[in-house]
């Protein structure tokens, strides 16, 4: 069975960093296409940024420049490294496997305030 579960959320300043992982399993990790989305309360859910098997990346507008997708192969993991962070990235984040999406994780919250 498929399970993503993300870690690293937390409370951090505005200008702070963060980074989110997301922890595979029941899947061949390495030629998996993954993904970071976040969802703001009352907000729809908006893709953040995802990553190849060939460790392609794309990113969102809003944190181009901020946040760094990245994978880890050995250790069926992908992360998200959040700089230079702002209030309006309060969210919780999911992970996700498949384009489209076939799996999520549970989300982890992260919240952005002084």
């Known amino acids: 069975q498929v399970q993503l579960v993300e870690s690293g959320g937390g409370l951090v300043q505005p200008g702070g960093s963060l980074r989110l992982s997301c922890a595979a399993s029941?899947?061949?990790?390495?030629?998996?296409?993954m993904g970071w989305y976040r969802q703001a309360p009352g907000k729809q859910r908006e893709l953040v940024a995802t990553i190849s098997s060939r460790d392609n990346t794309n990113y969102a507008d809003f944190v181009k420049g901020r946040f760094t997708i990245s994978r880890d192969n050995a250790k069926n993991t992908v992360y998200l490294q959040m700089n230079s962070l702002k209030p309006k990235d309060t969210a919780v984040y999911y992970c996700?496997?498949?384009?489209?999406?076939?799996?999520w994780g549970q989300g982890t919250l992260v919240t952005v305030s002084s």
């Open positions: 996700s496997a498949g384009s489209p999406v076939n799996y």
């Open positions: 029941g899947i061949t990790f390495r030629f998996a296409f």
